[in-house]
């Protein structure tokens, strides 16, 4: 079964300090891996997609990176403005002809000043 | 160009009665995707849609729910006969292709009382 974990499930970061946010997978063939960003009461906001491994994409202080097995999400001297649920997808092989995505639960990130 | 735009925001209905919600994609985006969101829980795949043909509902419960997203006019999620199990974020999406990222709506809040 296609299955994405998130770690942690929650992340309490000074403001400056970096960490990483980890998205791990598993599915019968990878057809992309997709970064979202949701705050309160609002819909997801893409961020970025991944489509092999090695390949990485960077916006302003994120930058997420992929391998065969997980990706990683990579903040840099976070703001308190970066605060949000960042949720990790993927499309699988076997929904090439539909395109569904597949949640994981998402790591809530609080960035204080 | 405006985004995927969901009416209404919020809409509470008694157990027993129809929610109907109404999703308008991104202009030149014919894939739709309607997700659940329930409290504590990820985002879970309901139904996929191409102008007037439904091509994967297997995440859409068997009985009370059903979707169209005619030639004319909004994609629109109805659910029959509400239960407090129904309270939820939906949320739609809409993509130009099937693979790739899709943009996700405001999404919808319901709530059955």
């Known amino acids: 079964e296609d299955q994405v974990t998130q770690s942690p499930e929650a992340l309490r970061l000074q403001e400056g300090e970096s960490s990483s946010l980890n998205c791990s997978y598993t599915?019968?063939?990878?057809?992309?891996l997709f970064w979202y960003r949701q705050d309160p009461g609002k819909g997801p906001e893409f961020l970025f997609t991944?489509?092999?491994a090695g390949e990485e994409k960077e916006k302003e202080r994120l930058k997420a990176t992929l391998t065969k097995k997980e990706s990683f999400l990579h903040i840099t001297a976070p703001k308190p403005e970066d605060s949000a649920t960042y949720l990790c997808?993927?499309?699988?092989?076997?929904?090439?002809?539909?395109?569904?995505?597949?949640f994981g639960q998402g790591t809530t990130l609080q960035v204080k000043p | 160009n405006a985004g995927v735009m969901q009416n209404p925001r919020h809409l509470v209905r008694r157990r027993g009665q129809e929610a109907r919600l109404r999703c308008s994609p991104m202009?030149?985006?014919?894939?739709v995707y309607w997700y659940r969101q329930l409290p504590e829980e990820g985002l879970k795949f309901m139904v996929y849609?191409?102008?007037?043909?439904?091509?994967?509902e297997s995440g859409m419960p068997k009985e009370r729910f059903s979707a169209e997203f005619p030639k004319e006019g909004p994609s629109i999620l109805r659910i029959q006969q509400v239960v407090r199990g129904d309270s939820a974020a939906y949320f739609c999406?809409?993509?130009?292709?099937?693979?790739?990222?899709?943009?996700f709506g405001q999404g919808t809040r319901l709530t059955v009382v």
């Open positions: 997808a993927v499309q699988a092989e076997g929904s090439s002809n539909t395109g569904k995505l597949i």
């Open positions: 991944l489509y092999s």
């Open positions: 599915v019968s063939g990878l057809r992309g």
């Open positions: 849609l191409q102008k007037e043909n439904i091509i994967d």
């Open positions: 202009k030149g985006h014919s894939h």
């Open positions: 999406a809409s993509s130009p292709k099937i693979q790739g990222e899709a943009f």
